[in-house]
């Protein structure tokens, strides 16, 4: 598997961010209809992932302590 430079590794991290938020809005639109709700939930989470995954090529890793201090 080839390395990310950072700007493909941030252009992954938006793609993937931008789709984790499109999915959750649409987890809020079918909250009524449980199978469609999971189904988005799924995908919610698969693309929640991935950006956190790819957000650790360009920015320091998140700590206990950086996400007490807030810093």
Same mark, same amino acid.
């Given at each position: 598997?080839? &390395? +990310?430079?950072?700007?493909? !590794?941030?252009?992954? $991290?938006?793609?993937? %961010?931008?789709?984790?938020?499109?999915?959750?809005?649409?987890?809020?639109?079918?909250?009524?209809?449980? &199978? +469609?709700?999971?189904?988005? !939930?799924?995908?919610? $989470?698969?693309?929640? %992932?991935?950006?956190?995954?790819?957000?650790?090529?360009?920015?320091?890793?998140?700590?206990?302590?950086?996400?007490?201090?807030?810093?």
């Amino acid at each position: 598997m080839r &390395q +990310l430079d950072s700007i493909q !590794a941030q252009q992954k $991290y938006l793609e993937h %961010s931008s789709l984790s938020d499109h999915f959750e809005r649409l987890k809020t639109v079918y909250a009524s209809n449980a &199978q +469609l709700y999971y189904k988005y !939930a799924e995908l919610q $989470y698969f693309h929640k %992932s991935r950006a956190f995954y790819y957000r650790n090529f360009f920015m320091a890793p998140v700590t206990q302590a950086s996400m007490m201090t807030g810093i």
